[in-house]
């Protein structure tokens, strides 16, 4: 998971083999920025480097055949079309490659002003007016329901296998979970943790997007049976099947999966803070470098506030199921998840596909390597496991499994949406 960096790349640039042709042709001063590659600034006029006197001398022309500015439009023709404002185009071209440093070449200041150049000359050939910034995202009240929605119907689960008994608690369980795994899938198609990525100018999903859900979960699962049976396994079991209790031999953990069903909401609230003030900063910033370091405290800040979201949640679950709260594996597994929503809401499907199936794949190794040691010669394999839960427990696998996800995924979050074309808003329906 070092390589973060490199897993979420966003498309080459659009536009026709004419047009790149006709861009790239000798003499042109866009000569060496070839399909697929970002321009760079590579005649060393950036910002507070003086001039030599040729260029005082002969100034690159706006118009015309050298015009740098047409060639770039050439080069983008396709976001500059379907561009509904300069904001798109600025965080289209950000996605491309194109830094303030690269957009000196241009003679702008920074990508804002270029993509306001660019909106406007397509704006003056179609004849079409100005339009305000996009506004934030407003609060909808069938999301709001449909976030609720997966922790009532976790609440009522809890509540029906702690009553029942024999087959019958088997029945509850199973409808339980079906209830809650429906409502979940409909709270993710809705609302602010919905993927609205499909129309942006910049990163595109990936293949890997529909690979999280078996991985997803199997945490959840683990988070619920994982630590009692680890626990029977390194003692010689497990004898029977989970009764549905705490106190029972395969003891549940329901505690957590409830505050993580019940965080459904603050995760949607946190999620659309997070997009409506970013739009807001995306509209007031004058340069990439600043967008970043404006967003960047946002970003950390709304995720210190699902995390507290989730302890307060945990308590409560804790308190009404009679059950020790699991703070440290509960916030790191909710914080994993709450990270990889993100990125796959905005467009980066890949890094969350992977590190999820990197932990899931370390905790039923975990559980493997302790079965597999019962087998003649290899009584080592549990060694490191047995190890690890004696000395603090059997919920640090997958507290340092979460743990060490989630730290992974923030820090590669920490790049990724500080980006302006991650915040970018979708291309409306037309």
């Not at 997803?216 to 699962?221: R, S």
Request: aromatic content about 4%.
């Amino acid at each position: 998971m070092s390589g973060l960096g490199e897993l979420d790349r966003p498309g080459t640039p659009t536009g026709s083999a004419r047009d790149r042709t006709r861009s790239g042709k000798p003499g042109s001063a866009v000569d060496g920025a070839g399909p697929g590659k970002p321009e760079s600034a590579c005649d060393g006029t950036g910002p507070g480097k003086p001039e030599s006197a040729a260029d005082r001398a002969t100034p690159t022309p706006r118009r015309g055949a050298v015009d740098p500015v047409k060639a770039l439009m050439h080069r983008h023709r396709e976001l500059c079309e379907r561009a509904v404002d300069p904001l798109e185009i600025a965080a289209g071209l950000e996605a491309h490659g194109i830094t303030d440093r690269t957009a000196a070449r241009f003679r702008h200041r920074d990508v804002f002003s270029l993509a306001e150049e660019m909106y406007a000359r397509v704006s003056r050939d179609g004849d079409t007016p100005l339009p305000a910034p996009p506004a934030a995202p407003r609060v909808r009240a069938d999301w709001v329901l449909l976030t609720l929605l997966p922790g009532a119907l976790c609440a009522a689960a809890l509540a029906a296998v702690h009553l029942t008994h024999g087959q019958s608690r088997l029945f509850a369980a199973a409808a339980g979970a079906l209830a809650v795994a429906l409502a979940l899938h409909a709270a993710l198609r809705r609302g602010p943790l919905s993927r609205t990525d499909t129309d942006r100018p910049g990163p595109r999903p990936g293949a890997a997007s529909g690979r999280t859900t078996p991985w997803t979960v199997w945490l959840v699962a683990y988070s619920l049976l994982g630590n009692g049976l680890l626990d029977n396994a390194l003692a010689g079991g497990p004898d029977t099947l989970p009764t549905g209790t705490a106190d029972g031999p395969w003891p549940l953990t329901a505690a957590p999966t409830l505050a993580l069903a019940l965080a459904c909401a603050p995760a949607a609230w946190t999620a659309h803070l997070l997009t409506a003030r970013a739009r807001r900063k995306l509209a007031a910033s004058r340069g990439l470098e600043d967008f970043a370091a404006a967003v960047r405290p946002l970003l950390l800040g709304v995720f210190a506030l699902f995390l507290g979201a989730l302890a307060a949640l945990l308590t409560l679950s804790g308190a009404a199921l009679g059950e020790p709260a699991a703070y440290a594996q509960a916030l790191a597994l909710g914080a994993l998840l709450f990270l990889a929503r993100l990125l796959t809401t905005h467009g980066f499907t890949y890094a969350p596909a992977v590190v999820l199936t990197a932990a899931a794949t370390v905790e039923a190794a975990a559980l493997a390597t302790v079965f597999a040691s019962r087998l003649p010669g290899v009584g080592f394999l549990a060694t490191p496991v047995e190890t690890l839960v004696t000395t603090w427990g059997a919920d640090s696998v997958p507290t340092l499994t979460c743990g060490a996800a989630a730290l992974a995924l923030l820090v590669h979050t920490t790049r990724k949406l500080t980006r302006a074309s991650a915040h970018a808003p979708p291309e409306p329906a037309r």
